[in-house]
């Protein structure tokens, strides 16, 4: 399959997707299906496999065996650590079994596929697993392992199993630090945000 110019996909590769964007490198032994749709300046890993209707931004880290499937959507920058496992079924069966519940309700997409959305800038750390029907606020980090049940608020860092929220996190990913009750500034950039709750959940925005 001949690509677009400014495309790089490795000769061991499987591209068979006419939708990746300028820039992007594809690696040897990832399949990026027909259907997928990459954006520019993209890197996706050596065994990486992006299903067919996976929504990948621009500037997209993809590292090596993570696993992308239908009904998932990537923003921009996000990154998307080694053996990242994501899930779009709540209630998995075999589509092929003898069952005519089961038939049916593969017949349809909207039977079974729940998406999945990734925010812009987050990071999914090595081996985590996200349910199916997650958001995972903008520039939040999900640790290495973890699995991910319920929403993740924008700067989240969570951890364990199942995920739960142990720290902020800035933009440009350290952690933050509390200078007064409910007020964070980062040591890095020197960017500072505040705590709002929303309902039940607490999330943190940016300051003025």
Known sequence: MVHAAGIFVHAQALCESEQVGEGTRIWAFAHVMKGAVVGHDCNIGDHAFLEAGARIGDRVTIKNQATVWEGVEIEDDVFVGPAVSFTNDICPRSARMKLPTVAKRYGQAKEWLVR??????????ACCVILPGIRI????????????????????????????????????????????NAFWHCPQCNSSFCERLAGKCISLIRSS
């Open 137 to 180: 606020g903008a520039y939040a980090t999900v640790a290495a392992g973890a699995v991910v049940t319920r929403n993740v608020p924008a700067h989240a860092l969570v951890v364990g199993v199942p995920a739960r929220r142990r720290a902020w996190v800035c933009g440009c990913g350290l952690r933050l630090v509390e200078i007064e």
């Open 116 to 125: 999945t959305t990734v925010e812009k800038g987050a990071s999914l750390g």
